[in-house]
């Protein structure tokens, strides 16, 4: 079993740009929730994803927003990037009552 | 007030200790308790889940959970230099998991 798997590992980008970060759950799991951790800070809810739909959504801007496939993966896209927008976004996948992280994409805006 | 209070430490204690971390909650709601622990640029790794009131035991590792007292406990015996990381506790409200800020254990040699 792979578990939670996120792509890519790092990134880099400017003010201003649009990203676009990829996690596939653990096999048998077909809810996926996204997180941002800043430094020093627990993980913060953006959204979750359930049947292709946006289930629930944490308190932040509608530049974040995401996509579910029929295959349970999921993407996590933000538009125009601000530098506090630098932080480990983090994937987690539900098949039940426990949620499984997956290794997070460190994410810089400079 | 946050929903979940948690102490950032450091805490750091000798090898074999045994260390208590803990965490308050202000939401009588939350039915569901985990523990996390997440090394340095890693995503957390599910320790221990645990339902409503009582106690589980897993290996070295033990949950607590006082819903009277809005207070969940872990408990690490024979603590190991390998447990050095930050241990963040989280509440399930309606699938969405609120973590607290994390404590960061360092447990020397």
């Known amino acids: 079993d792979a578990g939670v798997t996120q792509s890519p590992t790092h990134l880099i980008k400017t003010r201003g740009q649009q990203v676009t970060l990829r996690c596939s759950p653990k096999s048998g799991h077909d809810t996926v929730s996204w997180y941002q951790q800043a430094l020093g800070q627990g993980p913060q809810f953006i959204f979750q994803y359930y049947e292709e739909e946006e289930r629930q959504r944490g308190n932040f801007p509608d530049r974040f927003s995401g996509h579910q496939f029929p295959n349970y993966s999921s993407e996590l896209n933000v538009n125009a990037l601000l530098l506090g927008d630098s932080a480990l976004y983090l994937c987690?996948?539900?098949?039940?009552?426990?949620?499984?992280f997956g290794p997070g994409t460190r994410l810089t805006v400079t | 007030q946050k929903e979940v209070e948690q102490d950032p430490g450091p805490l750091s204690v000798p090898e074999g200790a045994i260390v208590s971390l803990n965490c308050t909650y202000s939401n009588s709601a939350f039915q569901y308790f985990m523990w996390y622990r997440q090394y340095s640029r890693k995503g957390p790794e599910l320790l221990m889940y645990?339902?409503?009131?009582g106690n589980k035991e897993d290996g070295r590792f033990t949950a607590q959970v006082d819903k009277s007292s809005k207070y969940i406990s872990l408990f690490i015996r024979d603590s190991q230099p390998s447990d050095s990381a930050t241990y963040l506790c989280?509440?399930?409200?309606?699938?969405?998991?609120?973590f607290g800020s994390g404590t960061r254990l360092l447990v020397r040699p």
């Open positions: 987690a996948s539900r098949g039940g009552g426990e949620q499984y």
């Open positions: 645990t339902y409503s009131s």
């Open positions: 989280a509440m399930d409200s309606s699938y969405k998991l609120i």
